[in-house]
């Protein structure tokens, strides 16, 4: 989506000023469809911060909600008050963007839709990295048919600090590396298989630095025609795995790391004559011997152009009624429920069914 023209900006307020609410205030302050009234945190060195850099601080939640020019907030506290602060806003009557996890838990998200149906407002969560390069060319390649039946995707987030040592690293406040990257992970995997219906969900959590959240993950969700979907995140690893790997009957596609572009080998023919063995490490293989190369194409998919800005676009064309709104209230209970499953499949230690609703 192009820069918007000639439309009337709309007002809004971020609640939460810290590392995702200063992220917020920035593009907000950039954008081309919204401008920024203000914020609220009831820190009040987050306040001072926002004064400093030119920004009004409301001093309370409520006068923020009592501010008629905020059409819209966006809701980037920690996890555990997402919900609460939500249907302060709606009944406010304003439209509502929480930061992710959207909240933490089944019951909590239909009590927050209920309000929003209720007071005839939006509300959606900030998938933002539905804009990441590389899950945009990893879709393009399952779509394009050049993998033939795709029964596998991997997709990986490795790194080496642990969890942040704020609250992302306490229980109480939702933390853990599931609800903080695993939600993104989800969303985008179920958007590459849209097509497709969850049967199982199995999850093992890490604890190798922090004892109180899982500091890491893998977990895997099973389709119901056996296609797997690999999702791992890792605070712990001196040495990354692909971003994205994708397998398929008839070739595969690979993403090193979140800058390249898409590497994408077909099969043009399963036949290749007599295989000849080659020797590896004591031994001779046949079966892991290297394909002929005149039975394989090699092509790339570059990197497009992504504008995350249009997230803002989007949701202010939905607060007009011209868009429907981009991160939908069915796709955010079905990421929750697959985060409620893996937790699951971590305590019970074994798969779990799931049942599509």
Same mark, same amino acid.
């Given at each position: 989506?192009?820069?918007?023209?000639?439309?009337?900006?709309?007002?809004?307020?971020?609640?939460?000023?810290?590392?995702?609410?200063?992220?917020?205030?920035?593009?907000? =302050?950039?954008? #081309?469809?919204?401008?920024?009234?203000? @914020?609220?945190?009831? !820190?009040? /060195?987050?306040? *001072?911060? +926002?004064?400093?850099?030119?920004?009004?601080?409301?001093?309370?939640?409520?006068?923020? =909600?009592?501010? #008629?020019?905020?059409?819209?907030?966006? @809701?980037?506290?920690? !996890?555990? /008050?997402?919900? *609460?602060? +939500?249907?302060?806003?709606?009944?406010?009557?304003?439209?509502?963007?929480?930061?992710?996890?959207?909240?933490?838990?089944?019951?909590?998200?239909?009590?927050?839709?209920?309000?929003?149906?209720?007071?005839?407002?939006?509300?959606?969560?900030?998938?933002?990295?539905?804009?990441?390069?590389?899950?945009?060319?990893?879709?393009?390649?399952?779509?394009?048919?050049?993998?033939?039946?795709?029964?596998?995707?991997?997709?990986?987030?490795?790194?080496?600090?642990?969890?942040?040592?704020?609250?992302?690293?306490?229980?109480?406040?939702?933390?853990?590396?599931?609800?903080?990257?695993?939600?993104?992970?989800?969303?985008?995997?179920?958007?590459?298989?849209?097509?497709?219906?969850?049967?199982?969900?199995?999850?093992?959590?890490?604890?190798?630095?922090?004892?109180?959240?899982?500091?890491?993950?893998?977990?895997?969700?099973?389709?119901?025609?056996?296609?797997?979907?690999?999702?791992?995140?890792?605070?712990?690893?001196?040495?990354?795995?692909?971003?994205?790997?994708?397998?398929?009957?008839?070739?595969?596609?690979?993403?090193?790391?979140?800058?390249?572009?898409?590497?994408?080998?077909?099969?043009?023919?399963?036949?290749?004559?007599?295989?000849?063995?080659?020797?590896?490490?004591?031994?001779?293989?046949?079966?892991?011997?290297?394909?002929?190369?005149?039975?394989?194409?090699?092509?790339?998919?570059?990197?497009?152009?992504?504008?995350?800005?249009?997230?803002?676009?989007?949701?202010?064309?939905?607060?007009?009624?011209?868009?429907?709104?981009?991160?939908?209230?069915?796709?955010?209970?079905?990421?929750?429920?697959?985060?409620?499953?893996?937790?699951?499949?971590?305590?019970?230690?074994?798969?779990?069914?799931?049942?599509?609703?």
């Amino acid at each position: 989506m192009s820069e918007v023209k000639n439309v009337q900006k709309t007002g809004c307020a971020v609640i939460g000023y810290g590392g995702m609410g200063g992220w917020h205030t920035r593009y907000i =302050l950039e954008s #081309d469809v919204a401008y920024l009234c203000g @914020i609220y945190d009831i !820190n009040p /060195v987050k306040v *001072e911060l +926002a004064k400093t850099n030119g920004i009004r601080a409301y001093a309370t939640l409520e006068e923020l =909600l009592a501010d #008629d020019e905020i059409k819209f907030v966006t @809701i980037a506290t920690p !996890n555990e /008050v997402h919900a *609460e602060i +939500a249907i302060k806003a709606l009944r406010a009557g304003k439209h509502v963007i929480t930061e992710k996890p959207v909240v933490l838990n089944s019951k909590e998200l239909e009590e927050v839709i209920a309000v929003a149906n209720e007071c005839g407002r939006l509300f959606t969560v900030h998938q933002n990295r539905r804009w990441d390069i590389d899950f945009r060319m990893m879709r393009e390649a399952y779509l394009s048919g050049k993998l033939g039946k795709v029964f596998s995707c991997e997709s990986r987030i490795h790194g080496s600090r642990g969890v942040p040592g704020d609250w992302r690293g306490k229980p109480e406040h939702g933390g853990g590396m599931i609800y903080d990257w695993g939600v993104h992970l989800i969303d985008q995997m179920l958007l590459i298989f849209e097509d497709k219906k969850i049967k199982q969900v199995r999850c093992l959590c890490e604890h190798i630095t922090n004892k109180e959240v899982d500091d890491g993950f893998k977990l895997d969700i099973i389709f119901e025609d056996d296609t797997v979907g690999h999702i791992e995140v890792g605070t712990h690893h001196f040495i990354s795995l692909p971003r994205f790997y994708m397998t398929g009957t008839a070739g595969a596609a690979i993403i090193n790391d979140w800058r390249d572009r898409t590497r994408v080998i077909s099969c043009k023919t399963v036949e290749e004559g007599e295989v000849k063995p080659v020797v590896t490490a004591a031994g001779m293989t046949k079966t892991m011997a290297p394909r002929a190369e005149d039975t394989l194409e090699e092509s790339y998919i570059e990197r497009m152009d992504s504008d995350v800005h249009d997230y803002y676009r989007n949701f202010t064309a939905a607060i007009r009624g011209e868009a429907e709104q981009i991160v939908k209230h069915n796709q955010m209970r079905r990421v929750l429920r697959v985060i409620e499953a893996a937790f699951e499949s971590d305590k019970l230690g074994k798969t779990v069914d799931f049942e599509e609703v």
